[in-house]
């Protein structure tokens, strides 16, 4: 059954995902509520929960500039376990030592900064037009190259079980969390796999302002769902580009234009509107992204 009303407008819902839910789940139910196309930036695990944030409308244009944002995780990683998945959800094979607190407290620096990673099996990684995790299941051998990925911050929060400890983790976008089990216990001889994730935060959305499925579920009325949508202003870590009125009209018509602000990344407004994205380049400006 469809809508019979469209969001007339475009921005961000900053979703609670529970676990066991796929990301695309929620975005194919706040698309139907919407009545416009929205997308996610950054999936999450289905056995993961916490921050997504859901574009909609014209805001999913921005995806490029949020992806590589600072992310913030509490993950749960079991020792002594290995997966085909590298975390619970897969086949389980047990074997290995439990390190303690100590253990892996002395090993957790060497994790900091840019490190190279290899991504998992069981990804959305793409192998000559598949998916990897189409692959893997399908029993087909392949490798996945590593590639760099940067860890603000790893930290050892408390010993949850016997064999399970809480993480605190900050890293950049692409960061595999389930890769960072496997990584922090071979650099303990060991074995590990995740056990629990929960993102607290992407960027600037964080669980403080995150609205639970529940919420989506409910069936929110178009003028409920407006209530609740952040604004792409308010998201975009930009200054506004200043420029006359007569330079903003050029800039309008696709024209470069002298500007006096540093290079980078601005907000560009059409009057009071919110216009969308120029880029300041060798001191010359250009309308980038449109959103309006």
């Known amino acids: 059954m469809k809508r019979e009303q469209k969001l007339q407008t475009f921005g961000f819902f900053n979703v609670d995902k529970p676990s066991g839910l796929v990301s695309s789940a929620v975005v194919n139910k706040i698309k139907w509520l919407s009545g416009v196309p929205a997308g996610h930036m950054g999936t999450l ?3 993961a929960s916490g921050v997504l944030p859901v574009g909609v409308g014209n805001a999913t244009r921005l995806f490029d500039y949020f992806l590589e944002k600072e992310k913030e995780y509490i993950a749960e990683f079991t020792f002594g376990v290995d997966s085909d998945t590298l975390d619970s959800t897969g086949t389980l094979v047990y074997g290995g030592h439990v390190p303690s607190e100590e253990e892996i407290n002395g090993v957790l620096p060497t994790l900091l900064g840019d490190i190279m990673q290899v991504p998992p099996k069981y990804s959305a990684k793409n192998i000559n037009g598949k998916r990897g995790y189409d692959l893997a299941r399908a029993g087909v051998e392949f490798e996945l190259p590593a590639k760099q990925v940067h860890i603000y911050g790893i930290e050892l929060l408390e010993r949850v079980s016997e064999n399970a400890f809480s993480l605190k983790i900050r890293c950049g976008g692409g960061t595999y969390i389930r890769s ?9 001889g060991t ?15 964080t669980l403080d302002n ?8 409910g069936d929110p009325s178009v003028e409920e ?3 609740h949508m952040i604004s792409t202003e308010r998201v975009l870590p930009f200054e506004k580009l ?3 009125e007569k330079k903003a009209d050029k800039l309008f018509h696709g024209q470069r234009v002298p ?3 540093a290079d ?22 250009k309308a980038k992204t449109k959103l309006c």
């Open 191 to 205: 074995k590990a796999v995740m056990s629990a994730l929960r993102r607290t935060q992407s960027g600037m959305f």
């Open 180 to 188: 960072l089990a496997r990584d922090v216990a071979s650099a303990l």
């Open 225 to 227: 769902l407006k209530v």
């Open 259 to 261: 500007a006096e602000q």
């Open 45 to 47: 695990d289905p056995l």
């Open 210 to 217: 995150a609205l639970p499925f529940s919420f989506f579920e």
């Open 264 to 285: 980078g990344l601005y907000k560009l407004y059409q009057g009071e509107a919110f216009y969308g994205l120029a880029e300041i380049k060798d001191g010359m400006a």
């Open 242 to 244: 200043a420029v006359s």
